[in-house]
């Protein structure tokens, strides 16, 4: 009830503090607001805890060996690539 009369000034409150507010239903929370460029801050946020994740999982895959040359994936395409045309002919 109260974000419904107050819609206008809440989300002028969020665009200019920038802070999320979270919004309930008698008592219980049921969604939370967030200033556009907060939820797009918050998501560059995620991408790069992402990729960094991505980035640790890879630099521990080479420390285990766990990877493949350029020359042996090469060697694996060129094959493959020739047995595809082979089955053309």
Not at 41 to 63: F, G, N, P, Y
Not at 73 to 78: A, E, F, S
């Amino acid at each position: 009830t109260d974000f419904r009369q107050n819609a206008t000034e809440t989300l002028e409150r969020i665009g200019r503090t920038g802070e999320a507010e979270l919004i309930t239903v008698n008592g219980e929370a049921k969604a939370v607001l967030l200033s556009p460029a907060a939820y797009d801050a918050m998501a560059r946020e995620l991408e790069h805890a992402r990729d960094v994740e991505a980035i640790r999982r890879s630099i521990k895959e080479l420390d285990e060996g766990k990877f493949v040359t350029l020359e042996a994936m090469q060697k694996t395409t060129r094959g493959k690539l020739a047995t595809v045309k082979a089955a053309q002919k």
